[in-house]
């Protein structure tokens, strides 16, 4: 017996002796997790880190909550996400407008994109779509992209546009075109794009470039009228609905935008792989799958390597559409 009292006391001993990091490391999670969303309720963002938390909640025995922190086209959330502590209890649903448009657009950034994450797994891709009011495009007889582009040609600044903030794919998808269509329309940047959306179809706002799965169930309801998608392709979620591209037509028009998790740089490597392994389990799945594509969303679940080439990518092709486009925020 004092034998294996005495084993117990030396292996409890050797276990104090482990590193503190090592020991969080193996023992995560133990408390809730938070996946901070770097913009307003009832987005892109929003909605899929809403589908993505419960499913890794169930994976790993603890509740992974989302904590929306909107402000300054998502560089609020995320900079307080990357000077979190490096224990893996903070999350950040990025987008393509916090890691990759965001560097080149503001001259002064809180965080530095490239370096202070750790990328996890790219969640979905999604296209933006051309939304108007109905009432605004009936009263102006705007049906189509291109008797848009006549309108705003024939009168510029009388249309204004919203956004989901400076920076955001929303945004810049508007900021493109406009330059490749030569009109002016005035940008009105919110702090997401729920309160936007809210606008355009009360009246308020005239158009906008949202994100495909959030104005969907508005384009359904017969509440906002869409005219174009802003990827290379058309959607399975609408595929009567052209491109750009086509519908303009402006040749090689693509704006499209992505949402991915990531971590604050030096968050142990075995959280970062345990959450992309059950992110991407999560992704497949049938029932997350299809009700993602059936929004106009295409699942991911690539690894922390590939993530991380694919942003890197993503913020060299951005910044020059940033350059091209003249956009700056102060």
Do not use: C
Not at 36 to 50: E, M, N, S, Y
Not at 275 to 295: C, D, I, N, V
């Amino acid at each position: 017996m004092p034998s294996l009292i005495r084993r117990h006391l030396l292996a409890a001993a050797g276990a104090s002796l482990l590193p503190a990091a090592l020991r969080a490391q193996t023992a995560w999670p133990n408390k809730p997790v938070r996946i901070v969303v770097p913009f307003a309720p009832g987005g892109t963002t929003d909605i899929l880190a809403r589908a993505l938390a419960p499913e890794l909640g169930k994976a790993f025995g603890q509740s992974f909550i989302v904590d929306n922190k909107p402000g300054a086209g998502g560089n609020v959330g995320a900079d307080l996400v990357a000077k979190s502590a490096t224990d893996g209890y903070n999350l950040l649903m990025g987008t393509v407008g916090t890691q990759a448009i965001n560097p080149a657009l503001y001259p002064k950034m809180p965080y530095d994109a490239a370096r202070d994450f750790a990328p996890i797994t790219l969640v979905a891709g999604v296209p933006n779509v051309l939304v108007m009011n109905p009432a605004k495009a009936e009263a102006l007889k705007i049906n189509s992209v291109a008797d848009l582009i006549a309108y705003a040609r024939k009168n510029p600044g009388r249309l204004n546009m919203a956004s989901s903030g400076n920076g955001t794919s929303i945004h810049l998808s508007g900021e493109l075109f406009k330059t490749l269509t030569g009109t002016f329309m005035v940008h009105i940047p919110y702090r997401g794009s729920g309160p936007a959306l809210l606008d355009l179809v009360g009246g308020t706002m005239d158009l906008m470039f949202d994100n495909l799965p959030s104005a969907l169930p508005q384009i359904k309801a017969g509440k906002l009228k869409a005219l174009a998608v802003t990827s290379a392709q058309r959607s399975a979620a609408v595929p009567d609905l052209p491109t750009v591209a086509e519908a303009g037509p402006i040749k090689g028009f693509d704006a499209s935008s992505w949402f991915g998790l990531l971590a604050p740089a030096g968050t142990p490597a075995d959280v970062v792989n345990r959450l992309q392994q059950e992110s991407a389990k999560a992704l497949a799945s049938p029932a997350l799958k299809e009700r993602l594509l059936a929004q106009g969303a295409i699942p991911g679940g690539n690894t922390p390597a590939e993530f991380a080439a694919y942003i890197a990518a993503e913020a060299t092709k951005w910044a020059a559409v940033v350059k091209a486009s003249g956009a700056k925020v102060d």
